[in-house]
């Protein structure tokens, strides 16, 4: 009896799979967080919206405590304030959102909850209309009208409803690559008989492109030499590959090959064509994201493979991070491409190249982290990490609305890049490995911090040494913390798109970081035990590296926006505003020593320069991390082979080296009692795999 009661209770309410409803003239979107009425929209917690999905699910009858409890809480014990506190957070949004809108959470005493929602109000007509009246002066020709009307309503309202498209789902999944080498960047032809992506034998060496049948045979190296080669894309006919090459000591190019092979042509050179990859528009046009020109933001530009011409496709908005990663349509008329609008933060966008106008696709900040068309040109396919880890999903173009998520049966699959041919078939790349923390000691040792299968990064250690970081452990990113015998706290929960920098007071009371929900970025608090939650700022503009002052009264950041980069403080007191810092333009980092000292570079610059204190003369170069500890600056720098070097420039004295990393070894954080932290990745494997779409009946 026992079993089949456990095995009937519900099962914590899975976010990411919950379609849109509503309720009256309220539109709750569970996946963006949102509950909106006549366009205002409202963002609220995941814990509050899963309270709000069980009510509702319950279709007015009475919700049980117990049953809220393992529907919101995953029937983990939890305090009767809790519960009482995510119902008030509830009811406030509803209030504040829905005003006169007639949904009400009801408490039903010693029980639980019910939602009532009551029918629309109408407005309010001068005079009843009299009826029978107007069905006396009704003709036969008013009746067969109205009955034709009708009709074709009917036929019209069939039409649509056959029209709708069938959700989409995976029909089949093979691998086409396994091996312990990263294969990555998969492009197939238009016909899907063949693949040409970039491999790599180590994480440090270049690029090579291979050429691989996909129903069989063994693949065969495309490109060889020192160049880096990536991003490729074949043409429509199938007959050229064009892609990206990064020469040793030379700027980025794009290039052209002859399909099975043939001399690399050089196209036109590029400024920034790193995270991106190339689409053919037409026969003759390449487009890529890159820059026009230095310190210029990344936009859609496309290229001329004869003449090397290029011109500007979008102008994106300066307080955003630029546009990446543009697709064109099978048919040419559209361009689909990833506007950065802070980090962790995107929005798919749309370019209809005849009218020449473009249209966000979608509209609440998640990331996307690689897209490609259908056959027919009319939706876009996305991985996304709505809802918690990267899954498919699908927005169709012509008709406007919400993404739905694709079907994959597959279990826990993670797709990012991917590529289509004419057949809804995706070549996609299959990520497979995690990222923990890992310090160094003293003496050079490295050791684990954290050891679980989710991604951890930017940790941060409390005077004590207690280390807060960042993990997807529990699905999207949050803010957890390890202490010296590998016990794990979850500390947040708030169901953000993106979450960094966190950063501990002078005390170690408090943690500060950095959060993106529903495109807007904003500086949190809390106390080591998640209490005491509260947003700092609320202007959503891009921010990151908090630091608390001296006296932990204040917290420093780096904010973006329309007038660049600067510096910023707020002070902790509740009703505080933040202010920028004088003379603090132009900033792009900042760093605070366990002394209270500041640092920071500018923009343009490479120099580690102190806010208010003196400094050691350190200059940073392209890819170095650092940070700055209780013996001098920090800086993780890239090798030629492999690994990593952790440098230390002490605050007098001549900079030494500290110890080696291991290859991908993350931005460090010194700890008060010598060790290094820092994010590692382990078991790192990228596969390519051959996933095929199809439509549930």
């Known amino acids: 009896m026992n079993e089949q009661a456990a095995a009937a209770r519900p099962q914590e309410i899975d976010l990411s799979r919950e379609e849109p409803f509503a309720l009256g003239d309220i539109r709750v979107r569970p996946t963006a967080l949102e509950i909106e009425r006549r366009g205002q929209a409202t963002s609220i917690e995941p814990r509050v919206m899963k309270a709000l999905i069980a009510l509702h699910r319950a279709g007015g009858a009475t919700v049980t405590r117990d049953a809220l409890i393992d529907q919101c809480w995953g029937g983990r014990i939890v305090s009767e304030s809790a519960i009482n506190r995510c119902v008030s957070q509830l009811r406030k949004a509803l209030a504040s959102n829905g005003g006169d809108a007639g949904v009400i959470v009801e408490t039903i005493p010693k029980v639980g909850y019910r939602l009532q929602v009551s029918p629309a109000r109408a407005p309010l007509a001068e005079k009843a209309p009299d009826v029978a009246a107007q069905e006396k002066r009704t003709s036969p020709l008013r009746l067969i009208a109205v009955a034709s009307a009708l009709g074709a309503a009917l036929v019209a309202g069939a039409l649509f409803f056959l029209s709708r498209p069938a959700p989409w789902t995976a029909v089949a999944y093979r691998p086409i690559t396994s091996t312990p080498e990263i294969e990555t960047y998969p492009a197939l032809s238009p016909d899907g008989s063949q693949i040409v992506y970039s491999f790599q034998s180590d994480p440090d060496a270049p690029r090579d492109l ?3 049948g996909v129903a ?30 990064r020469s040793p000591g030379a700027p980025c190019a794009l290039a052209i ?29 390449l487009i890529l994201s890159d820059a026009p020109g230095p310190g210029e933001l990344r936009r859609i530009r496309a290229v001329d493979i004869e003449t090397g011409a290029a011109r500007d496709l979008t102008t994106p908005p300066a307080a955003t991070l630029g546009d990446h990663d543009p697709q064109a349509s099978p048919d040419g008329r559209y361009v689909v491409f990833r506007r950065t609008l802070m980090t962790g933060a995107d929005d798919l966008f749309l370019l209809d190249m005849r009218a020449g ?21 009319r939706h876009v ?97 949050e803010l957890w913390t390890a202490d010296a015998d590998g016990r794990l706290v979850r500390v947040t929960e708030l169901g953000a798109s993106y979450m960094t920098d966190p950063v501990w007071s002078p005390d170690g009371g408090l943690i500060a970081f950095s959060a993106v929900r529903g495109r807007r970025a904003e500086l949190y608090v809390v106390a080591r035990d998640g209490s005491r939650l509260r947003v700092l700022t609320d202007d959503g503009a891009a921010k990151h590296d908090p630091v608390f002052s001296a006296s932990g009264e204040q917290v420093f950041y780096v904010e973006h926006g329309l007038a660049g980069w600067r510096l910023m403080r ?34 343009g610059s490479s120099q580690i320069v102190a806010l208010n204190g ?52 993350g931005p460090p954080s010194a700890g008060a009692d010598g060790r290094v932290l820092f994010s590692r990745p382990l078991d790192q494997e990228v596969d390519i795999g051959l996933l095929r779409l199809g439509r549930r009946p």
């Not at 106008?357 to 056959?375: F, I, P």
């Not at 400094?615 to 890819?623: F, K, M, S, T």
């Open 210 to 212: 291979y050429l691989q």
């Open 216 to 245: 069989a045979g063994a693949p065969a190296p495309f490109t060889s030499g020192p160049a880096d080669d990536y991003g490729a894309a074949w043409s429509p006919r199938g007959d050229r590959v064009a892609f990206l090459r």
């Open 257 to 285: 090959a002859p399909i099975p092979r043939g001399p690399v042509r050089i196209v036109a050179p590029c400024l920034a064509a790193d995270y991106t990859r190339v689409s053919w528009l037409d026969e003759s046009t």
């Open 357 to 377: 106008k473009e249209r966000a696709l979608t509209r609440d900040g998640w990331k996307a982290a690689g897209y490609v068309w259908s056959a027919d040109s």
């Open 381 to 477: 396919f996305f991985s996304s990490n709505r809802g918690g880890g990267f899954g498919l999903w699908t927005v169709e173009v012509r008709r406007p609305g919400p993404p739905r998520r694709v079907s994959l049966g597959l279990g826990a699959v993670t797709f990012t890049r991917m590529s289509a041919d004419r057949h809804d078939r995706l070549a996609v790349e299959a990520p497979r490995g995690r990222v923990n923390i890992a310090a160094a000691t003293p003496g050079g040792e490295i050791v684990p911090v954290t050891d679980g299968a989710g991604d951890d990064w930017e940790p941060a250690a409390a005077p004590d040494g207690l280390v807060a970081f960042v993990s997807t452990r529990s699905g999207s990113p």
């Open 570 to 603: 707020i002070e902790l007191a509740e009703g505080a505003r933040p202010e920028p810092v004088p003379g603090g333009e132009g900033w792009r980092s900042l760093r605070a020593a366990p002394d209270g000292r500041l640092f920071g570079v500018r923009e």
């Open 614 to 665: 003196p400094a050691p003369h350190v200059a940073l170069g392209e890819g170095d991390l650092w940070a700055a500890g209780e013996e001098g600056i920090y800086i993780v720098r890239a090798g030629e082979g492999s690994g990593a070097a952790l440098l230390l420039h002490p605050w007098e004295g001549a900079p030494r080296k500290a110890g080696d990393l291991p290859t991908g070894a």
